[in-house]
């Protein structure tokens, strides 16, 4: 079985050398995130729990990607921010994801973190889907330098220990803006390890956008991994008509998210429409690439915050609101024109 484990402090070749007796035979090193992936066999199992230098450890497990089922509903006016040069120029985005198709668009790396053969787009149910969130993002912020990282398998699965892999990459790698529309059904212990890494992006002042997930049309309090982490700005969504859409996930009372929401709804040409939080998540991360060229991520995230419109439902299925982005640049003008600008 495959397992990762997650080491206290620093991974050393001391340490590597440490589990020659536990049965564990070693496949990849995550250095950036203090992580090893390995196989095991069930039975030395137990000699993991002997190893005082192991923080924690988890068996692989499968995600599924964030879609339900490029024209963008509602029409939240993104070119607003083209008029005002935020073009997100230079700006390192990553799409861990299916893969990316690049028709019609300039990658600057497409790189594959499974046993798949090529860095296409695996999709889902027949339907592309890493194509579509690259697509999303191009859009808004044509400029930005976009990375896909695939993390669907050649059996279509996307495992745990290939998360670990590109958020390791996009650590090493300094991307300011990880789009995350993937995730697993089901609240995360509070050591779990995918939830946790993505500390390690904000730490190199970047940010992790992630999908809140589709599971509205069945109540309320239904999370998921990566969106419940409390290093991730977690997405909804909304429909044509600017309200919640019901497949949306709703958070617990208690539980922060979502914290923001956008457009969900979306249509490709020559295809059908299609919804989910897995496309209002880049409309997020593309909004905050086209001005992370100008001001930093953590005045961004709060501009995003502080700007949106609230639609007048409990805050735990809303979070702040829908993204105003013509708030947004009415307040850079003016903190620009009274010089408090960050």
Same mark, same amino acid.
């Not at 090493?172 to 995360?188: A, Y």
């Not at 995003?304 to 949106?308: D, G, H, K, S, V």
């Given at each position: 079985m495959l397992i990762l484990v997650k080491i206290k402090g620093k991974l050393t070749d001391k340490i590597i050398n440490s589990f020659k007796d536990t049965g564990f035979s070693l496949i990849s090193r995550l250095t950036n995130l203090d992580i090893i992936i390995g196989e095991i066999e069930e039975q030395n199992l137990?000699?993991?729990n002997s190893l005082d230098f192991i923080h924690t450890y988890e068996l692989d497990e499968v995600y599924e990607i964030q879609a339900v089922n490029i024209t963008m509903m509602p029409n939240l006016k993104p070119g607003s921010l083209l008029k005002h040069e935020f073009f997100g120029a230079n700006v390192k985005v990553a799409v861990i994801d299916t893969g990316v198709n690049a028709y019609?668009?300039?990658?600057?790396?497409?790189?594959?973190?499974?046993? #798949? !053969?090529?860095?296409?787009?695996?999709?889902?149910?027949?339907? &592309?889907h890493g194509t579509y969130v690259a697509h999303i993002i191009k859009k808004i912020a044509p400029w930005c330098k976009l990375y896909s990282l695939k993390v669907a398998n050649s059996q279509g699965e996307i495992l745990k220990s290939a998360i670990l892999q590109a958020i390791d990459w996009c650590v090493?790698?300094?991307?300011?803006?990880?789009?995350?529309?993937?995730?697993?059904?089901?609240?995360?212990k509070p050591t779990c390890l995918v939830c946790n890494s993505l500390s390690r992006i904000k730490e190199r002042k970047g940010i992790a956008v992630v999908a809140m997930g589709n599971f509205g049309r069945e109540g309320e309090g239904i999370l998921s991994c990566p969106a419940s982490?409390?290093? #991730? !700005?977690?997405?909804?969504?909304?429909?044509?008509?600017?309200? &919640?859409?019901?497949y949306s996930s709703k958070g617990r009372p208690d539980s922060n998210k979502p914290d923001i929401l956008a457009p969900g709804w979306i249509q490709m040409t020559g295809d059908k429409e299609i919804e989910g939080t897995s496309f209002a998540a880049p409309f997020i991360s593309a909004v905050i690439?086209?001005?992370?060229?100008?001001?930093?991520?953590d005045y961004i995230s709060n501009l995003?915050?502080?700007?949106?419109t609230d639609l007048k439902i409990p805050v735990h299925h809303q979070g702040s609101g829908l993204i105003n982005i013509e708030n947004m640049l009415g307040v850079i003008r003016d903190e620009k024109n009274t010089g408090t600008n960050s």
């Open positions: 137990a000699r993991m019609n668009l300039k990658l600057e790396g497409n790189h594959v973190f499974t046993d #798949a !053969l090529d860095a296409s787009d695996a999709g889902t149910n027949g339907r &592309l090493g790698n300094d991307i300011s803006v990880v789009n995350i529309s993937l995730g697993k059904r089901g609240d995360c982490s409390q290093y #991730a !700005l977690t997405v909804g969504a909304v429909n044509q008509y600017r309200q &919640l859409a019901d690439a086209c001005l992370a060229s100008n001001y930093c991520i995003l915050i502080t700007t949106a």
